[in-house]
Each structure stands twice: as structure tokens, then as C-alpha cells.
């Protein structure tokens, strides 16, 4: 009889502990590693030209997330980003060394990588390349099986415009990359900081990200479990008596 009672309570303290361990746990907070921007056909594939965050083996992708004038967020020796997203809308701005023939390219995409990843992207955009202040060309999620990764190989895009980890979900709300004599600013070089006499292709992109809450209506307050306990306890209790009268 004791042994019954035990199993009960026992049962009743394991759902109170994770009933509270649901309600205090929390999304994990996701970071932004890596970029790559390249050249495109009108379908999303690939081309010769690359930017990108980190490796020496293309020109570099400088980005800023304070406005077109901020202060870039790359490593300065590695030129690595890791820039962690919290909730709300992040607009980033991408400087990357150019030069007048890349403004005969159609389109250009645009990979984006999160913890750490470096050959499947999380998110891949492309769209026609600005070729004016106040062109603003559409964009799509690319789904190419030919894009760049981060690792110098080639891989599919992520066909979309959103990543999701646990409960929290980047989408890339805004994208546009421009030739580069639209700004004409000369802020970058292939492989550093600093002018060189060309100017840069200026590229820019926002994120929202958005954390779902755990909807705590859908079970027990802890309170209520106590009271359950209390109940179970009792009721247990209550059977043990019971039995007991009817065996006397």
C-alpha cells in the first residue's frame, strides 16, 4: 500500500519539475558567421566573381551594421563576423572592391551563414544588380544547386529567405546590391581596409528576427500542479483507508 502511495507522489514531483523547466527555458540566441556575395545568371547560379567574409581565397566583403558609415564588425586580421541577432530588425551594409566590368553583370546572390556553418547557408538570396540611386530590383530566395559556401565549395542555396533554430526565425526582409558607380565610395580594397582607386560595389540587406513564446496556457501552473500533488496525496491516502476498513 505505502508502495502505491510512493509511485503517486513520485509521479506528481516529476511533472512538477518539468512542468518548470518548460516554463524558464529559453530560445538560444543565433549569430551571423559568414557571407558570401557572387555573381549570378538571371536563374541563380553561380558566376566567377566572389566576396566574401573570412577566407583569403576571394576579394573581401566588409559589412557594417550601424549605417552605410559605421564601423565594420570584421575581425580586423581574419575579417571573420560574428555578430550575434537579437530580437528586432538588423539592416546590414556590405562593401566589397570594385571595378567598372562587374557593373555588366546581371544579377548577383547573395549566401548567409549562421553558427558557424561555412558550406550550407542558412538563407540565399539573388537579385538584378542597381545600376542606379533610385533603382530598386526585386529579390528572390535562391534555390540554385549552384552557389558558393563559405569553404570555397559549391553548393545548393537554401531556397529561402528564412532560418530557424529552436524557437527563433531570421528572415531576410530587404536586399539590394549595387553597381559601382552608384555611391561611388572607395572605402575597401581587395584584401583590407583602405581606398585603392576603384570603387565599391555597395550592398545591403536587413533581418527580423522574431523569438516564439512558449504558450504557457496550455499546461499547468506550478501552483496547480502543487495542487494536484496535494490531491494525489490525499486521494491516495483516502484509498489506503479504505482498503483497510474493508479488510478489518
Same mark, same amino acid.
Given at each position: 500500500m505505502t508502495k502505491k502511495l510512493l509511485t503517486k507522489l513520485t509521479v506528481a514531483t516529476t511533472s512538477l519539475t518539468l512542468v518548470t523547466l518548460g516554463t524558464t527555458s529559453s530560445a538560444q540566441a543565433i549569430s551571423l558567421t559568414g557571407l558570401i556575395e557572387f555573381v549570378t545568371n538571371g536563374s541563380g547560379n553561380t558566376g566567377i566573381y566572389t566576396w566574401d567574409t573570412g577566407a583569403d581565397r576571394h576579394w573581401d566583403l566588409w559589412v557594417t551594421n550601424d549605417g552605410e558609415d559605421g564601423e565594420f564588425i570584421n575581425d580586423p586580421s581574419t575579417r571573420n563576423i560574428d555578430f550575434e541577432l537579437t530580437e528586432g530588425?538588423? =539592416?546590414? =551594409?556590405?562593401? /566589397?572592391? &570594385?571595378?567598372? @566590368?562587374? &557593373?555588366?553583370q546581371s544579377h548577383y546572390g547573395l549566401n548567409l551563414f549562421f553558427n558557424g556553418e561555412t558550406t550550407n547557408p542558412g538563407i540565399s538570396v539573388f537579385g538584378a544588380l542597381a545600376r542606379s540611386a533610385d @533603382?530598386? %530590383?526585386?529579390?528572390? %530566395?535562391?534555390?540554385? /544547386?549552384s552557389t558558393r559556401g563559405l569553404d570555397g565549395s559549391f553548393v545548393p542555396g537554401s531556397g529561402t529567405l528564412s532560418f530557424i533554430d529552436g524557437l527563433t526565425t531570421v528572415t531576410l526582409t530587404d536586399y539590394i546590391y549595387q553597381a559601382s558607380d552608384v555611391q561611388q565610395k572607395d572605402l575597401v580594397s581587395e584584401r583590407s581596409i583602405g581606398s585603392n582607386d576603384y570603387w565599391d560595389m555597395v550592398g545591403q540587406f536587413t533581418l527580423n528576427v522574431e523569438t516564439t513564446d512558449l504558450d504557457s496556457t496550455s499546461v499547468p501552473e506550478p501552483v496547480s500542479v502543487l495542487g494536484l500533488l496535494t490531491v494525489g496525496a490525499f486521494g491516495a491516502g483516502a484509498t489506503l483507508k479504505c482498503n483497510k476498513k474493508q479488510q478489518a
Open positions: 530588425i538588423h =539592416t546590414f =551594409t556590405m562593401y /566589397g572592391d &570594385g571595378r567598372s @566590368s562587374l &557593373g555588366n @533603382s530598386n %530590383p526585386d529579390f528572390l %530566395p535562391n534555390s540554385s /544547386g
